[in-house]
């Protein structure tokens, strides 16, 4: 009786843990805030403070990276958990969702640099929304 009730509890604490993604929450300017790894936080280098990301409405994006503006079109994958970015030079770009709500955004980069950092963004609200 005792491992069903423990058995029980497991499932209940794992599948609440599953955040559903909610779209409305990525309609924002994304502001690089900080990186994290499994032991600390780390701010982010000279060269990319004031990187920043803007989903918008319709589908395209925004993004400052080290300093560099780009643009393309975005997609948000619920099943997989995970936003693809595709820029206007033919660049393509994952980034997994760790977290999200309408203030604070963690993901990882599907790249081999940055794929052990978890990148963390705050909101900023757009102006006129």
């Not at 990882?108 to 102006?127: A, K, L, N, P």
């Amino acid at each position: 009786m005792k491992s069903i009730i423990f058995t029980l509890t497991l499932f209940i604490s794992v599948t609440s843990y599953a955040q559903k993604i909610n779209q409305e929450d990525l309609y924002t300017i994304w502001l690089l805030d900080k990186y994290s790894d499994e032991e600390e936080y780390y701010l982010p280098p000279k060269k990319e403070v004031g990187d920043s990301l803007a989903f918008k409405q319709d589908m395209t994006y925004t993004a400052v990276f080290e300093g560099k503006k780009s643009n393309g079109t975005w997609l948000l994958n619920t099943n997989g958990k995970y936003i693809e970015l595709l820029s206007d030079q033919g660049e393509r770009e994952k980034l997994y969702i760790h977290f999200l709500s309408n203030k604070s955004m963690v993901v990882t980069y599907d790249t081999d640099e940055f794929r052990i950092w978890e990148v963390h963004y705050v909101s900023r609200v757009i102006e006129g929304e």
